[in-house]
């Protein structure tokens, strides 16, 4: 299994989960072109999509629907709180009730709650024959759900959001501050650093830091502030930092007993 991301910021968002001819596009909040641009990058197009996942209703994760749905008949999934605010996508959307389980080809997907100010928001835990991608991002904290369903995950894309300093020093507005470190914001470094040792020590080998604030953060910042936190593992950990705007490299998915056997 192959996982790779598009967009990764307060800008735009999408990633792509590939595995045997089969492909998972997860959130479009970029245009349909860049999706159709960065697939072609990859040797795909857009027909061979399987299905979207969406997270939230947020226009950084959902601005390339309305042009994606209306040229492929790709199934959309996502929760009935944020399938309210896709009418666009009616014809092919797909309410789930999270928690929840599904099978997509290949993969069985679980949807959990996360906390962020958009009604319904989720995330997703994507698992096949070899190994398992999670996703955790726009969440003001680590909710249960989150927990329970992605400690061990072999890749995790992480949200860093923000330096907490930065943040709290730089021009935005008294209220968004608020709004970004509350519960229904988003995962600072530091908080993404506890949750990153947390999953290391429950098996996760392979972290990407995603949806770094271009105003309240650095990809260095980010960073080395998990790296920091995760040198007292003293486990093995590929760390790196999900490019803002162009396709990462692949990130190649194995399942820890994968792994030990070879």
């Known amino acids: 299994m192959e996982f790779l991301t ?3 910021s307060s800008s735009g ?3 792509l989960v590939r595995h045997d001819g089969a492909a998972l596009l997860i959130d479009a909040g970029i245009s349909a ?6 697939l072609a990058a990859i040797g795909m197009t857009p027909d061979e999509l399987d299905a979207v996942l969406i997270t939230h209703a947020h226009s950084d994760h959902v601005a390339g629907i309305a042009t994606l749905t209306k040229k492929y008949a790709v199934p959309i999934y ?17 309410p789930l009730d999270a928690p929840c389980t599904f099978e997509l080809g290949p993969f069985t997907v679980r949807c ?10 989720v995330d997703y835990r994507i698992d096949c024959a070899d190994g ?6 726009d969440t003001g904290y680590v909710t249960d759900g989150a927990a329970d369903t992605l400690l061990g995950v072999d890749t995790l894309l992480l949200e860093a959001n923000h330096d907490v300093e930065m943040l709290r020093s730089g021009p ?3 209220h968004l501050k608020r709004r970004i470190l509350g519960d229904f914001g988003h995962l600072s470094n530091d908080a993404a650093a506890e949750f990153a040792l947390a999953c290391v020590k429950s098996g996760t080998r392979d972290i990407l830091l995603a949806h770094l604030s271009d105003e309240n953060n650095t990809p260095e910042r980010a960073e080395y502030a998990v790296a920091r936190r995760l040198q007292a593992a003293g486990l093995p950990v590929r760390l790196s930092v999900a490019p803002r705007s162009c396709v990462s490299d692949a990130h190649v998915v194995t399942h820890a007993d994968l792994r030990q056997a070879r």
Do not use: K, M, W
């Not at 996502?78 to 666009?88: D, I, K, N, P, V």
């Not at 398992?132 to 991002?137: C, D, F, I, Q, R």
């Open 6 to 8: 598009f967009a990764s």
């Open 132 to 137: 398992s991608v999670g996703l955790l991002t």
């Open 78 to 94: 996502a929760s009935r709180g944020t399938a309210r605010f896709l009418s666009c996508a009616a014809p092919v959307l797909r």
């Open 172 to 174: 935005y507005p008294y």
């Open 112 to 121: 959990f709650a996360t906390s962020h100010d958009a009604e319904g928001s």
């Open 33 to 38: 072109r860049r999706i159709a641009q960065s």
């Open 13 to 15: 968002n999408a990633s």
